[in-house]
């Protein structure tokens, strides 16, 4: 038994030097916040739909001529907008004789299997006010995310990484049981809005622990593409998860999942970082109205909100416009997004290594320049299928510049500014953030007024005017005082200055003799 503690007192004490674990805590914390943010995607708009209905039962209804009064008042045909079914709803009456009985439910068949004129919705009211809702439940997560980063990220660097990531997990697990067992309209609000917080907990102290723990530029881009194919990973399996298991188990299964799921992670973050320990940074980190007067850092955090504007606007918009101009079914309202995800992931681990070695600015272009053409080829689809190549080059556009920017930001600090990363990651999440709060409120409203096909056409364009910025992030020079603190031979720290062909780079410290041996 003695040999057994002492046996895991060396793997905890190991573990907690292991940077892989580390990693693996922030890839699973990723994975969960984001397949809670997309599995009630598919969920929610029917859940929604289902608890208005059983309210007011009798808010649609089909008439039907020559029937008797009696017959009418008892059985009601309602017809759902979001998956184009009917449902026939009545109670018996003693004063229906048994042969009327029959009588309307064979006729009520028959108007539930005849082709309605409604199966393509135009302008419809209804359903223009449940995206509404849907819309607002949506966009409460980032929005909250947005106001709560700029005080996570100078937490972080008063208390260290380990307990904000811990008070994520915490947060995440409430807003995942509330999501389990909510059942009106406000609670699943506030679930949503408290997902916000635990996000942003995640999420900041997560990616600053990662850029921490690697300080070497490339193994940086590497560990971060990784912890970004947790988020993607998220992205792509929450729907159909969700909307399977809702479908055959009940709404509450997904998330008692996501609940054990969260609980492991909680459980590895206490062996191994141990939460409880306050380790605030050696140094003083620079404030963020300081980060945030850095052009360089505006033009990273801009790329990374324009990029993710663009599907955020195509979240709530597209599934309405695919109603309204291919009949779609509901299965191919969450199907569309699917070649999305799919190569948001493949991109997020690919240039997670190839940046590096072709620059992270040309990628980030690149990236911009591609997920604008993409946008301004989604109108032009007939059908479900005109959708996969847009929507793949959107997700793995946006996996290119997510990759590439988010290890620059690291980058950026250490080469002009302190090499503290809470505030700086706190900036990238609020760029993220507005992207997905302003992209479906704002998507919503302008394709109500002009319609869907300008709505691509704008994001489009704006994503393309701005990816020539990239290129100002080819070669960023350091500050003054920063360049002579890393050209300092006492210096510990190695730092790369890389362009495209990395061709500048300083040695320092004891590890030069190290570099020209390598050289």
Known sequence: MAWGELGLLRWLRESRQSRKLILLIVFIALLLDNM?????????????????????????????????????????????????????????????????????????MVVSVTPSPSDCPKDDKELLNENVQVGLLFASKATVQLLTNPFIGPLTNRIGYQIPLFAGFCIMFVSTIMFAFSGSYALLFIARSLQGVGSSCSSVAGMGLLATVYTDDEERGNAMGIALGGLAMGVLVGPPFGSIMYEFVGKSSPFLVLAALALFDGAVQLLVLQPSRTQAESQKGTPILMLLKDPYIIIAAGSICFANMAIAMLEPALPIWMMETMCSKKWQLGVAFLPASISYLIGTNLFGILAHKIGRWLCALLGMLIVGISILCVPFAKNIYGLIAPTFGVGFAIGMVDSSMMPIMGYLVDLRHVSVYGSVYAIADVAFCMGFAIGPSAGGAIAKAIGFPWLMTIIGIVDILFAPLCFFLRSPPAKEEKMAILMDHNCPVKTKMYTQNNIQSYPIGEEEEEYESDE
């Open 36 to 108: 809670l943010l997309t599995v009630v995607v598919p969920i929610i708009p029917s859940y929604l739909y289902s608890i208005e209905h059983e309210k007011n039962a009798t808010e649609i209804q089909t008439a039907k001529p020559n029937l008797p009064s009696a017959t009418m008042d008892n059985f009601q045909s309602i017809f759902s907008y979001y998956d184009n079914s009917t449902m026939v709803t009545g109670n018996e009456s003693d004063k229906t004789r048994p042969g009327e009985l029959h009588q309307t439910q064979t006729e009520q």
